[in-house]
């Protein structure tokens, strides 16, 4: 069975840019983002792409070493989008007068 492709822990991200730039919160403010961008960008994986590469700058790596989840290994971000087309067509019997029941 294929494991879940296993990226840096939330924690061991805010403690690394802890450690080089100091609090996530003026971080934030100077790379041009809102107080709590950082945090928000670690914990939600919808919140902003541009941010998340700009995190991975900070910690000189590449996103999908720091999220291989929210990565292809080419780069490229993982569609968050539902695919809702159905897989299937209803069966015109089923609806009467083409109104649902």
């Given at each position: 069975?294929?494991?879940?492709?296993?990226?840096?822990?939330?924690?061991?991200i805010?403690?690394e840019?802890?450690?080089?730039?100091?609090?996530l919160s003026?971080v934030?403010?100077q790379?041009?983002?809102g107080?709590?961008?950082?945090s928000?960008?670690i914990?939600?994986p919808?919140y902003?792409?541009?941010g998340?590469?700009?995190?991975a700058e900070?910690l000189e790596?590449?996103?999908?070493?720091?999220?291989?989840?929210r990565?292809h290994?080419?780069?490229?971000?993982?569609?968050?989008?539902?695919?809702?087309?159905p897989?299937?067509k209803?069966?015109a019997?089923?609806?009467?007068?083409?109104?649902?029941?």
């Amino acid at each position: 069975m294929a494991r879940k492709p296993c990226g840096m822990h939330p924690e061991d991200i805010k403690a690394e840019i802890r450690k080089r730039y100091g609090s996530l919160s003026s971080v934030s403010e100077q790379i041009g983002m809102g107080k709590n961008a950082i945090s928000n960008i670690i914990s939600r994986p919808d919140y902003s792409i541009a941010g998340e590469k700009k995190v991975a700058e900070l910690l000189e790596r590449e996103p999908y070493d720091v999220w291989p989840d929210r990565y292809h290994a080419d780069g490229s971000p993982v569609s968050r989008v539902a695919d809702r087309t159905p897989t299937r067509k209803v069966p015109a019997d089923l609806r009467a007068k083409g109104a649902a029941a």
